[in-house]
């Protein structure tokens, strides 16, 4: 991957990689996550970035229940980890 994309690139991924591997997320985690960052609403020239807000949100709300599920008692450190 490293000969894929430039180096900053691959040193960033490797980050998040080395980020997620540390924090000891579970596969439903990391996809919830990468919705939440997908539904970033300041991100460039969104026409309704209201609405994408109210999306992530959603899908914050969703992470936080699963994290609270997944980790019991420690999910409540573990969620500002991920978020």
């Given at each position: 991957m490293e000969k894929l994309v430039s180096k900053d690139l691959y040193d960033m991924h490797m980050q998040f990689i080395t980020g997620?591997?540390?924090l000891g997320a579970d596969e439903p985690t990391v996809?919830?996550?990468?919705?939440v960052v997908l539904f970033?609403?300041?991100r460039g020239?969104?026409?309704?970035?209201?609405?994408i807000n109210q999306v992530q949100e959603k899908y914050l709300l969703l992470l936080r229940k699963y994290v609270d599920w997944r980790y019991g008692p420690k999910g409540t450190k573990t969620?500002?980890?991920v978020c």
């Amino acid at each position: 991957m490293e000969k894929l994309v430039s180096k900053d690139l691959y040193d960033m991924h490797m980050q998040f990689i080395t980020g997620i591997q540390e924090l000891g997320a579970d596969e439903p985690t990391v996809m919830i996550l990468l919705l939440v960052v997908l539904f970033y609403p300041e991100r460039g020239t969104l026409e309704n970035q209201h609405y994408i807000n109210q999306v992530q949100e959603k899908y914050l709300l969703l992470l936080r229940k699963y994290v609270d599920w997944r980790y019991g008692p420690k999910g409540t450190k573990t969620f500002p980890k991920v978020c």
